[in-house]
């Protein structure tokens, strides 16, 4: 199992548990609401009571008779309602730490979700690649290259090779020289300058995107096509150069101790 592969996998992993403290939370915070809210329903019932319980005070004072009862009667009551007063308190704490606890749960299922599905594609690219690497496919053309019996001559090779390692020199130079200036130029907004310098801009295309290409290919089964490249060719004269420029100096030496 690669290093991604593993990631993707620890991460999914990672993302089941905390789905599953999700599901309990919010299991929890249901429960934890009911009894809230039941707990409340009964203080309300009991704050009725309280009320009945001081009217019918309020009516054995007036009759002068029953004050006694009707007195117990309201203390029962009020202690009553205090009580639940207190549990309806205790069951809203509780119920407010389990909708907080309901909310870390899906900030974090959220959190690893984003993690596992970025690490899931990672690993899918890295498969998709090396499906794609092990269905090749024809090989690339080869340069058309000369049979033995038709090579130059040496001094035509080191020719050729000389003038191309001085004009590949002076084209990356061109090309340095060139990127310069296209950069000092991009800094100018459109329009025309002077006596004929145009700017323009033209809006950039799009590029085909590899990696959803071969998402689209994977989740069908299928193998991404892929296009071999062609052999890269270099041509290297440094030791060509020295030569020659060694060759040079020793003419010089040869013609200055001759003078």
Same mark, same amino acid.
């Given at each position: 199992?690669?290093?991604?592969?593993?990631?993707?996998?620890?991460?999914?992993?990672?993302?089941?548990?905390?789905?599953?403290?999700?599901?309990?939370?919010?299991?929890?915070?249901?429960?934890?609401?009911?009894v809230?809210? $039941?707990? %409340?329903?009964?203080?309300?019932? #009991? =704050? !009725?009571?309280? @009320?009945? &319980?001081?009217? *019918?005070l +309020? /009516?054995?004072?007036?009759?002068?008779?029953?004050?006694?009862?009707?007195?117990?009667?309201l203390?029962?009551?009020?202690? $009553?309602? %205090?009580?639940?007063?207190?549990? #309806? =308190? !205790?069951?809203? @704490?509780? &119920?407010?730490? *389990?909708? +907080? /606890?309901?909310?870390?749960?899906?900030?974090?299922?959220?959190?690893?979700?984003k993690?596992?599905?970025?690490?899931?594609? $990672?690993?899918?690219?890295?498969?998709t690649?090396?499906?794609?690497?092990?269905?090749? &496919?024809?090989?690339?053309?080869a340069?058309?290259?000369?049979?033995?019996?038709?090579?130059?001559?040496?001094?035509?090779?080191e020719?050729?090779?000389?003038?191309?390692?001085?004009?590949?020199?002076?084209?990356?130079?061109?090309?340095?020289?060139?990127?310069?200036?296209?950069?000092?130029?991009?800094?100018?907004?459109?329009?025309?300058?002077?006596?004929?310098?145009?700017?323009?801009?033209?809006?950039?295309?799009?590029?085909l995107?590899?990696?959803?290409?071969?998402?689209?290919?994977t989740?069908?089964?299928?193998?991404?096509?892929?296009k071999?490249?062609?052999?890269?060719?270099?041509?290297?004269?440094?030791?060509?150069?020295?030569?020659?420029?060694?060759?040079?100096?020793?003419?010089?030496?040869?013609?200055?101790?001759?003078?």
């Amino acid at each position: 199992m690669s290093k991604t592969t593993a990631t993707a996998a620890r991460t999914l992993a990672r993302l089941v548990d905390a789905e599953a403290v999700l599901t309990a939370a919010r299991r929890e915070e249901a429960r934890a609401a009911g009894v809230a809210e $039941r707990a %409340a329903a009964r203080v309300t019932k #009991a =704050r !009725t009571a309280r @009320t009945d &319980a001081r009217r *019918a005070l +309020r /009516a054995a004072e007036r009759a002068g008779k029953g004050i006694a009862a009707a007195t117990r009667r309201l203390a029962t009551r009020e202690t $009553r309602l %205090a009580e639940l007063l207190e549990t #309806a =308190r !205790t069951r809203k @704490t509780e &119920a407010t730490a *389990a909708r +907080r /606890a309901r909310r870390t749960a899906e900030r974090r299922v959220d959190t690893l979700g984003k993690r596992a599905a970025l690490a899931a594609t $990672r690993s899918v690219e890295k498969i998709t690649a090396r499906l794609g690497e092990a269905a090749l &496919a024809s090989a690339p053309e080869a340069d058309p290259v000369l049979p033995a019996d038709e090579l130059p001559a040496v001094e035509v090779i080191e020719a050729h090779a000389e003038r191309y390692t001085e004009l590949d020199r002076q084209a990356k130079v061109l090309t340095k020289l060139a990127d310069a200036e296209k950069k000092w130029l991009r800094q100018l907004p459109a329009g025309v300058y002077g006596r004929g310098v145009v700017i323009t801009r033209t809006p950039g295309g799009s590029v085909l995107d590899g990696a959803a290409v071969a998402l689209d290919y994977t989740a069908r089964g299928e193998v991404p096509p892929r296009k071999s490249r062609r052999d890269t060719f270099k041509c290297d004269a440094t030791g060509l150069l020295a030569a020659l420029a060694a060759e040079e100096e020793a003419d010089a030496t040869a013609l200055a101790l001759i003078a």
